[in-house]
């Protein structure tokens, strides 16, 4: 294979200190981000990939198909697919956060109202509160950063719906294999890379904003009443269900959150840099099984990765199913 399947790395880890080599997802052509010129190749592969699965025209079809659509920046014919894909599946929750992520970046697109149904969708969900956090942040109203982390850390779960995206964009591509060119995502396991380096790119949010608002003081109230207590409760909350989180960046997030809150000498400290050491180590793991020689073993093993993703839930889950199939070891010695 061309490179190793693994998980989302974001650019917050520089500010949280972690360090995720193994969590990339790397690729010989990844997307471009925006802004940078993709290869004509790629442009064309992207743009017969748009108009096949617009033509099947089902939920899954479209949704992969605004995904695709938005490599490079969110747009509005991105959201327009994704709008359309919602509108066949209200009840889709992985559907819905592409909906909402595409909304919260395209000028016009009405936030809360996306907001509002992604939560009609999963209520437990904390993610849905990102966007929203975002805004109130920009519009610096101190008030609503507050009421919003405050919501968010009744939340019962962080995810992205990693795995269940991953397997609904390679189901998607794959039922339009034959009308695209062969020059990328022509065998399993590259399409399965594809797959994860677009939903890496486009699906995973940043945490800055998260980050930011948990380093900040607060309400005026809270500053000279509480010492800001209510806002650092309600950052640690947040940290928590981070750390069980559907991804491993979320859970690494969460580590990284928690130790700026709680003292660098503390019992609760050294748990959390030994549980990040666990995670990390796990990751690299799974990268040694990763790569194989031989083209029908990469098939073989995105196949066993694709049959996990389908029915667990979190991606350090289907890190542990992989290493206990081969035998690995779960934990460093």
Known sequence: MAGTLSGPCLLLVASLSIACP????????????????????????VAAAVE??????DPNS???????????????????????????????A?????????????AGCDLRSAATAMRWVDPDNAAAWLPLLAAARKDKDVTEVDRVLADMAQAAH?????????????????????????????SDSARLLEVMNIASAEMIPPFNVLIDVC?????????????????????????KTLQQGDTVIAEMAGMGLEKRLVPADSRQFRAL???????EWRTAQLAKFDAPLLPWVGNAHARLRLAHMRSLRREEDVT??????????????
């Open 62 to 92: 479209l949704a992969t198909a605004a995904a695709l659509e938005a490599i490079g920046g969110p747009n509005p014919a991105a959201l327009e697919l994704a709008d359309r894909a919602s509108t066949l599946a209200p009840e889709d």
């Open 158 to 186: 962080f995810d992205f719906y990693w795995n269940r995206l991953v397997v609904l964009m390679f189901e998607s591509l794959k039922s339009v294999a034959k009308a695209l060119p062969a020059s990328r995502g022509n």
């Open 320 to 333: 542990l199913a992989i290493l206990r199939g081969e035998g690995a070891a779960i934990d460093p010695p």
């Open 52 to 57: 096949a699965l617009e033509r099947r025209g």
């Open 273 to 279: 840099t030994e549980r990040r050491h666990v995670l």
């Open 215 to 239: 380093r900040e003081p607060g309400t005026a109230a809270q500053r000279d009443a509480l010492g800001n207590t209510e806002r650092r409760e309600s950052c640690l909350k947040v940290a």
């Open 94 to 106: 992985p559907i819905g956060w592409i909906r909402l992520r595409l909304c919260a970046a395209v």
């Open 22 to 45: 193994a969590t990339a997802v790397t690729a010989a052509a990844p997307p471009a981000a925006a802004g940078q010129t993709r290869p004509e190749s790629y442009r064309g592969w």
